[in-house]
């Protein structure tokens, strides 16, 4: 009997070991499947993350454009008017009271926002 017992040992010692080596084939198997598919969460959160930042940038741009119209579009408009109050005060210079009273009469949206520092100011006061 001990023969049959050592016998019945051994196949259940090899079947544990089997069934360990298969366990461990497995566990390997779920952790290389677990890895892979965190790295693909990440890779796809990256893309997500670049588009996010693309679309970021792009809104950034037509704002930073949108400004530059406007600027540029201010920029014209005082020109238009300084230019308008060298015609008021060239036309003041002779004396013509109607001129006088136009240029009084425009200064303040003439002038709107300079101070009496800016070089546009003393410019155009020396005209």
């Known amino acids: ?22 366990h461990e084939v497995a566990l390997k198997a779920l952790k290389d ?13 990256h893309a997500a993350g670049l588009v996010k930042l ?5 809104r950034y741009e037509q704002q930073l454009t949108m400004q530059r119209m406007r600027l540029v579009s201010d920029g014209d408009l005082r020109l238009e008017q300084l230019e308008a109050s060298r015609c008021v005060c060239v ?7 109607d001129c006088l009273n136009a240029y009084k009469d425009h200064w303040p949206e003439l002038f709107s926002g300079l101070s ?5 100011f003393v410019r155009k006061r020396r005209v």
């Open 1 to 22: 009997m001990t023969a049959l017992q050592n016998a019945g040992i051994e196949d259940t010692r090899r079947a544990l070991e089997s069934a360990a080596a298969q």
């Open 33 to 45: 499947k677990m890895l892979k598919e965190q790295e693909e969460a990440v890779e796809r959160e």
């Open 54 to 58: 693309r679309e970021a940038s792009e």
């Open 91 to 97: 036309s003041a210079v002779c004396n013509n009271t």
């Open 116 to 120: 009496r520092n800016d070089p546009l």
